[in-house]
T-cell receptor
Framework: DTEVTQTPKHLVMGMTNKKSLKCEQH?????MYWYKQKAKKPPELMFV???????INESVPSRFSPECPNSSLLNLHLHALQPEDSALYLC????????????FGPGTRLTVL | AQKITQTQPGMFVQEKEAVTLDCTYD???????LFWYKQPSSGEMIFLIY??????QNATEGRYSLNFQKARKSANLVISASQLGDSAMYFC???????????????FGKGTLLTVNP
């Protein structure tokens, strides 16, 4: 298995909803990442998990809550989002946290109403 | 200050011709890595090629090659024999250590939208 999978592909939620994005990889990678990408912009790093521990939080608002239950799975819990949080959320993984290319999933397109 | 600069918002190329996408970078870290990713309209980021700061030779991967000029801090992507499927957004990215030196992050340029014409 050489891919990163993300579910759901699309998500529409209201500002009072609680939802979660899921990312999975079975390549034995020890680093996993969440990025946010607005239309026609480059991806912006949100969080990095290194060996299942949160190693980078790029000053992301607390309405985004990451979780890494095990080395293959990464979640992003969403609560009380704002319409400006609508974006493509990309998950990535890499064999190690300080080198190697990152492999990206197909992303979740999130719309907040 | 912008660390990765892609000066070409859009580029056009005829099918079967070669095209060069420009990327310049700025870092004071002697150890860094440079990456190129392709993002079709479907959204997935596809890794194309990597160049390490200490690599002596320019990286090549099939039809992709990276023209690495360290003194000029440039890492241009060359795509040979363009195909219609190459039409996509292309991002240059740099990996460098964060302020503490214990973690590494990718910083992306603004991207170049490549259109391959038949």
């Amino acid at each position: 298995d050489t891919e990163v999978t993300q579910t759901p592909k699309h998500l529409v939620m209201g500002m009072t909803n609680k939802k979660s994005l899921k990312c999975e990889q079975h390549m034995g990678h020890r680093a996993m990442y969440w990025y946010k990408q607005k239309a026609k912009k480059p991806p912006e790093l949100m969080f990095v998990y290194s060996y299942e521990k949160l190693s980078i939080n790029e000053s992301v608002p607390s309405r985004f809550s990451p979780e890494c239950p095990n080395s293959s799975l990464l979640n992003l819990h969403l609560h009380a989002l704002q319409p400006e949080d609508s974006a493509l959320y990309l998950c990535a993984s890499s064999p190690h946290p300080n080198r190697d290319e990152q492999f990206f999933g197909p992303g979740t397109r999130l719309t907040v109403l | 200050a912008q660390k990765i600069t892609q000066t070409q918002p859009g580029m056009f190329v005829q099918e079967k011709e070669a095209v060069t996408l420009d990327c310049t970078y700025d870092t004071s870290d002697p150890s860094y890595g440079l990456f190129w990713y392709k993002q079709p309209s479907s959204g997935e980021m596809i890794f194309l090629i990597y160049q390490g700061s200490y690599d002596q030779q320019n990286a090549t991967e099939g039809r992709y090659s990276l023209n690495f000029q360290k003194a000029r801090k440039s890492a241009n992507l060359v795509i040979s024999a363009s195909q219609l499927g190459d039409s996509a957004m292309y991002f240059c990215a740099m990996r460098e250590a964060n302020s503490g030196g214990s973690n590494y992050k990718l910083t992306f340029g603004k991207g170049t939208l490549l259109t391959v014409n038949p």
